[in-house]
């Protein structure tokens, strides 16, 4: 879709999805401390080389907040655009990251999900804690005619996502944008509760946690299957830097 020479520029529908991860971002910059890190200060503003696609990528961490990324890419010519809010926390605690994911291609696509620190076939208690209250949304969605739901072809992807994680397709409407908002800050706002009322993880047990987050951030990074859209706007050494930025291989803080 992106190398057709179309002109299906949806500036509107992207300044309404980008907005959408403003007002979830101002929700974390009201609750936590962060400090840019100065490893995307030069991806704050990218562009291909040649024609029109552009983006930014800023980075954050804090004394909760081990990485966050906050990001958008357009490609007007063609409709399609991606945005990112996803945020992984520290080991202190042992509460789901969150995601969130909104594009244009050109119909809307989204992904939402506590993102799984815990292993869901033994940890009752987890599951029974982080995703039941999620499992009524996610049914909902499926039982929606206006939402058909998305499943990767790619294995690790499939994976990585949890059984609640919200990944739908749909027409872009007013009524599919307000049900997009309402969905993301329902999941927000919980996952906020969850964090203040955490119970602390064992010393000894948060390095292992910290390592088993940074593996599965760096592969869900790599394995990816969008980079390529990546790679045949930006060129290979651009997206190997998009990639290690989304999941810190050159962070400085």
Not at 37 to 65: R, V
Not at 117 to 128: K, P
Not at 211 to 224: H, K, Q, T
Request: hydrophobic share 40%.
């Amino acid at each position: 879709m992106t190398q057709q020479p179309t002109d299906l520029d949806n500036k509107a529908v992207f300044d309404q999805l980008w907005g959408i991860t403003n007002e979830l971002r101002q929700k974390i910059d009201a609750r936590f401390e962060l400090h840019s890190d100065p490893s995307t200060k030069n991806l704050q503003s990218y562009a291909a080389m040649t024609g029109s696609a552009h983006g930014s990528l800023n980075t954050f961490s804090g004394s909760e907040i081990d990485w966050l990324v906050h990001s958008w890419l357009r490609e007007p010519k063609s409709g399609f655009c991606n945005m990112h809010l996803t945020i992984w926390l520290k080991s202190q605690i042992r509460v789901p990251h969150l995601a969130f994911a909104f594009a244009t291609v050109p119909y809307l696509f989204f992904y939402m999900d506590y993102i799984p620190r815990s292993d869901l076939f033994v940890d009752l208690e987890y599951l029974d804690r982080y995703y039941e209250p999620m499992n009524q949304t996610y049914l909902a969605l499926r039982e929606d005619s206006q939402f058909k739901q998305y499943i990767s072809k790619t294995l690790y992807i499939r994976q990585a996502q949890s059984h609640t994680s919200l990944c739908f397709t749909s027409p872009v409407t007013e009524e599919t944008l307000a049900r997009l908002r309402t969905v993301a800050h329902e999941m927000i706002d919980r996952w906020l509760k969850w964090v203040d009322e955490a119970e602390s993880v064992p010393d000894e047990q948060r390095a292992a946690l910290s390592n088993r987050d940074l593996i599965v951030r760096r592969a869900i990074a790599e394995r990816d299957p969008d980079n390529q859209i990546a790679v045949r706007l930006f060129g290979g050494e651009m997206t190997d830097k998009l990639v290690r930025s989304l999941w810190g291989g050159d962070r400085i803080l």
